[in-house]
Every structure is written in C-alpha cells, then in structure tokens.
C-alpha cells in the first residue's frame, strides 16, 4: 500500500494536494505529463483546481487517477479529496454520470465486446483504482473501528458530565453534545443564495430588510438575470473544415495480433464503419455517439479496447497518443496538440458537424453540438420572456 506524506494529507483541496506531493517527490510537470499521457495544460488547470477548464467529469477523474498513480498517492483517498474538492469550488456534488461505463484490460469474449453501442453500463471511472481501493480499505477497516468505538465513548461520556452539570445548576446548556455533522447535500444548500420570505409568503420591504441587515453587511442588488443559473450557457461552435485523420497503409500494427485480435479483424462489416480503439500505452477516456443512439462516456484502462460498428460514428477522446485506433481495419493517425481528438466515421460527414463535437452543459451531461444549440436557444428564449 502506498504512504501518503503527512504534510500532503494536511492538503484540503485537490489541486493543492497533488502539486505539493509532486514537489516532495521532486518531480517536474513535464515529467508527470511524460508518465501519465495528460497535456500541460489540463495538468495545470487540475493543480489550480480549475474545473471550468477541464473536460467532464469522467475524465477529470481518470486524470486525478493517473496523476495520483505518478506520484505515490493512494487512489482512494485522492478521490475523497477530489469529491470534496469539487463540492467546494462549484457548490455541487461530484456529479454521477450517465451511460458511463469502464473498461479493464483487453476482452475476447464476444458477450463483452461493445459492439453496435448496446453494451450495459457499468461504474464509472473510479473503477480504475478499484483493486487499490478493496487493498486499502481492507488494511483501514480495523484502525476505522477502534477509532469509531473511541469516538462512541468520548461523546458519551461528553454527554452524561453534560447533563450532570445542567441537572446540578438548574440551566439548560444551549451547547450541542458532541460534534455536529453537516451533511454534503446541506453543504450544497449553503452554497446557494436564500431569498427570505415574509410569514404571509411575500418579499420583506426594504425597510424590513434594512432592520435585519446591519448597513455594512447589506448585500449588493442582484438583478433578476443573474439570480438565474443557466444550463446551457452560450459557447462558440465552429463547423469543422480539416481533415481529423489520415489512413497510415500496410502499417505493422494492422498486422500484430497483439495489438489488433484476429477476431476484431474478422468482425468487420463492410456495411458499416468500424472502429477499433486499444489503450496501448496508457489510461484513456472518451465519449462516443453511434448513429441515433445516446452519448456513452467509456474509461479505458491501459490494455483495453472498444470495438464500435454503426451508420455513423462520433467521438471524443482524451489522451490520444496512448491509443491505436483502427478504422475499416487500418490503422489511423488522428494528429493533436492537446492530447485530445474529435472523429468523425465516416470523414465524408464530417462537415457536417461541428466542434465541440459533444458540449458539456452545466449539470455535467454530455450533448451533441446540434442538440446543445437547440437547447441553449430556448433557454434564451425562455429567460428573454421572464424579463419585464
């Protein structure tokens, strides 16, 4: 089991944490971007605890995994920490994704294959560090129990010197016994602005609201637009125009059952587009759409594969370099900076669509660009209705 440094469990927030435990650890932010396939830029945007600037949730998680991994820090406990994290930054829960499933290392069985999109989903990216996470609970659970019963004592024992103390002077003590918990979704609740209302249910006056605010802490007016959260709030689309791949022929790699199983070579149907996806080198995540079917978000551990036949297939994937993707049995060079790619099968639709190929609103739920614009308009026009 790995140890985590005393001073990097002192950390609260996420990004804190994994930068201070990179630094004990001497290691530069080239050097985790060389390890874990992460661009610079998501590895800074992580350290800041920057959430607007990274992707959804499930790859945000697959990034804290592998980061965590690089460094020597416990994959369950760094989740703990990214949940909270998450909480405080947003004022929301770590959301739980839909359609979103993992897979492990490379499969053979056909009755596991992802095939034509209408594989069950399964947990998310927390999985990833599942064997990790069984290991280290197992070596916590009787430490956990000692403490829990320790704790049970004292707050008893608070508890009856407590009510000793109140029966002998008369008063009733307005302390709580004990700690008190608050709950993650009262945390939540905190987080948002409260309108108070009057006993007759209508809005205090101004007077009113002076008498019960001092004038030093009387909060500024909020305009009735801005009181209003919008999900889809606007985002520049650009319809694609390039080319987001090239056939690479007769390359090694088709030809390598180790990296491309006869029987995903067998499976192909000319009929359909046919894509073939293995994490060769490392973790990968990505989100794909075939034909009218909904958006799967899909974790894919080193050594694993996706295999996806359909009419037309979109996607969306993150750390590109560590995979080998293969179209109609050929193998692909999808070229990126970042690390990151959209594709579209077959290419002559692709500009057809446009980028970002699969907009995240705020609620964390993946759309398609078409969908998101639609949205995002009756939103607008919705909140252009409620104005006076």
Not at 27 to 56: G, H, Y
Not at 218 to 247: G, Q, W, Y
Not at 304 to 318: A, S, Y
Request: glycine share 4%; net charge neutral.
């Amino acid at each position: 089991m790995t140890q985590d440094n005393p001073a990097s469990s002192q950390v609260v927030l996420i990004g804190e944490c994994l930068r201070l435990r990179r630094e004990e650890t001497r290691m530069s932010l080239e050097k985790v971007s060389q390890k874990t396939k992460i661009s610079l830029n998501m590895l800074k945007a992580l350290e800041a605890n920057d959430f607007a600037a990274l992707p959804s949730a499930a790859y945000v998680k697959g990034f804290v995994l592998s980061y965590a991994r690089a460094v020597g820090l416990s994959p369950a406990d760094i989740i703990t920490k990214l949940e909270y994290t998450y909480l405080t930054v947003t004022g929301q829960p770590f959301p739980a994704l839909n359609h979103t499933r993992n897979m492990g290392p490379s499969v053979t069985r056909a009755d596991e294959t992802v095939a034509h999109g209408t594989a069950a989903a399964v947990a998310p990216a927390d999985v990833l560090a599942h064997e990790d996470a069984v290991r280290d609970r197992r070596r916590v659970i009787v430490p956990s129990l000692v403490f829990g019963g320790i704790a049970l004592v004292f707050v008893g024992m608070y508890q009856l010197v407590t009510r000793t103390i109140e029966n002998e002077s008369g008063v009733e003590s307005s302390r709580p016994a004990g700690p008190t918990f608050v709950p993650s979704s009262e945390l939540v609740e905190m987080n948002r602005p409260v309108q108070q209302t009057s006993a007759a249910g209508k809005k205090p006056t101004e007077s009113a609201a002076a008498a019960a605010t001092p004038a030093e802490a009387k909060p500024a007016p909020v305009s009735p637009a801005a009181e209003i959260r919008r999900n889809f709030p606007p985002k520049d689309f650009r319809r694609i125009s390039v080319r987001l791949f090239t056939v690479i022929p007769d390359s090694p790699e088709a030809s390598d059952t180790a990296i491309f199983p006869d029987e995903r070579r067998r499976a192909l149907n000319p009929e359909l587009e046919n894509v073939y996806v293995r994490a060769l080198e490392g973790n990968t995540w990505l989100s794909y759409k075939i034909d009218a079917q909904p958006i799967v978000s899909v974790v894919l551990e080193k050594g694993g594969d996706l295999f996806l036949q359909g009419k037309e297939i979109l996607m969306f994937i993150g750390n590109v370099k560590v995979t080998r993707i293969f179209y109609q049995n050929r193998l692909i060079d999808p070229p990126t900076k970042t690390g990151f790619k959209s594709l579209v099968f077959p290419e002559s639709k692709a500009t057809g669509h446009m980028l970002p190929l699969f907009p995240k609103a705020s609620d964390d739920i993946l759309y398609t660009a078409e969908e998101y614009q639609r949205r995002m308009k009756i939103e607008e026009e919705e909140l252009a209705a409620r104005k006076p």
